[in-house]
């Protein structure tokens, strides 16, 4: 589980930096691609006012002071014929009080409209020794974006007398404008796939994880296979003749460790018998009933023997059973045996859980009779799981217990399985464990 996690993690990782790149790389281009076509309108317009201040003389600037209807016809006629070659939306001659001398626009302002959003760059010209042109950024007026170069004129004297406009109309804005718009519809749309690539992966990935463990418990089934066959004969028989010399030595001195020796040869057999049994599931799916008939189950009989085979094992501890519906009296068709070595597997894991963690042995067994099918829970109020725990038991070879084998509780959900049935298990650190069967059954009357 935790290498799924850990892939799961860094695919997801992995998508949202793939996403973030593509994203990136798109608005970087977005970005250069504006600024290219900035700069390149920008030089056009710089380029165009030098050319068109060597067309307008020191003379005509003079002139168009002084009010000469002459000189102003020939540079309005001059202005125009640029404008008109170089798609340009306007040419205008500027006092530096920002008043028009001369315009190929037809509006009758005396003043430049927008003498307040290009200030600075007007006084700077005027007010400054440089010859050079400045261009202004794009700005909007209107639905329209322009960009402006200004250019100082000299008159007869020399001095800074007037200052020449170039404006053109910034038409990649609206390109940009789509550009952008697209981007960022595109800029959803790689999320919106980005986000189902990683579910298509986390998909196929928990169902590799999936063939994974199957492919685990077979080959352990295999493997188990082949060991038990050679193993377990020969250590069965040495551990019955060490439990019948323990029996007889606890008959004729009553030591006390003769009763520790017949504890850990049967501890010992039930492990022994857990991987018998684990590695027969593997050969043989049917196993575990095959050799078992269905039978009526009579609740209140099945469940006081359950609690009397628990008292006589433990006997010597005192077992606290908790209220149930225990005693409901109904009958129902099963399989005795494997349902009574299911629910006593059970019982012994919570008891042996109580212990563990030094607390009273407190576990109830109760049923219910639903109609058509009949609920059978254990529940104990030992230290109960966390979830990390929780995720894992029942795997093979997992146990919280030091003396488990870790397949107890594994070959009970296959039995309840086999029965047609499930088994749920709910758990709260220190709170305890609930763990539920429902048998889809015929009830008896």
């Given amino acids: 589980m935790r290498l799924i996690s850990k892939k799961l993690l860094v695919v997801g990782l992995f998508v949202v930096v793939l996403t973030i790149l593509v994203n990136l790389s798109w608005w970087v281009f977005y970005g250069n691609t504006r600024r290219l076509l900035d700069e390149q309108l920008s ?73 307040e959003l290009n200030r600075v760059y007007i ?20 639905d329209i974006y322009l960009k402006t170069a200004f250019i100082p004129l000299r008159d007869t004297s020399f001095f800074t007398a007037a200052i020449l406009g170039v404006e053109a109309s910034a038409d990649y804005s609206s390109v940009l404008r789509d550009l952008r718009q697209n981007l960022h519809a595109s800029a959803g749309l790689s999320l919106v796939i980005g986000l189902l690539l990683g579910l298509i992966f986390i998909f196929y990935q928990r169902r590799l994880g999936l063939v994974e463990q199957r492919l685990f418990l077979t080959e352990t089934h295999a493997f188990l296979g082949r060991m038990v066959a050679v193993v377990s004969h020969e250590i069965k028989n040495p551990l019955m003749i060490i439990r019948a010399t323990g029996e007889r030595l606890k008959r004729r001195t009553d030591a006390g460790e003769s009763q520790f020796i017949i504890e850990e040869v049967d501890r010992l057999n039930r492990i022994v018998t ?43 501890q005192e077992i606290a059973w908790l209220g149930s519906k225990s005693d409901s009296k109904f009958s129902f068709i099963g399989y005795p045996r494997a349902l009574r070595q299911v629910l006593l597997n059970l019982l012994i894991n919570s008891v042996e859980a109580c212990l563990a963690a030094g607390l009273p042995i407190s576990i109830g067994l109760k049923a219910e009779n639903r109609g058509t099918s009949v609920l059978l829970s254990v529940i104990d109020r030992g230290p109960g799981m966390s979830r990390k725990e929780l995720a894992r038991i029942g795997s093979p070879f997992y146990t919280t217990r030091r003396s488990g084998s870790g397949l107890g509780l594994y070959i009970c959900r296959e039995l309840v399985e086999e029965m047609k049935g499930g088994l749920k298990i709910e758990s709260t650190e220190s709170e305890g464990t609930t763990v539920t069967i429902e048998l889809p059954v015929k009830i008896e009357n």
């Fill in 43 to 115: 030089e056009r317009l710089a380029t165009i006012a030098r050319a068109t201040r060597t067309q307008v003389t020191p003379v005509q600037i003079s002139g168009l002071i002084d009010d000469d209807l002459d000189s102003y016809y020939a540079v309005v006629k001059t202005l125009e014929q640029i404008r008109s070659v170089d798609s340009l939306s306007e040419l205008f001659i500027l006092t530096p009080s920002y008043r028009y001398l001369a315009t190929t626009s037809l509006d009758d302002d005396s003043l430049y409209m927008l003498r």
């Fill in 123 to 142: 006084d700077s010209l005027t007010f400054g020794e440089s010859s050079d042109p400045l261009v202004t950024p794009a700005y909007k007026t209107g």
């Fill in 274 to 316: 857990g991987y018998l049994d684990f590695a027969r599931a593997g050969a043989n799916r049917t196993s575990y009933l095959s050799h078992e008939a269905p039978e009526g189950i009579e609740i209140p009989t099945f469940i006081s023997n359950l609690r009397g085979h628990l008292t006589a094992k433990y006997r010597e």
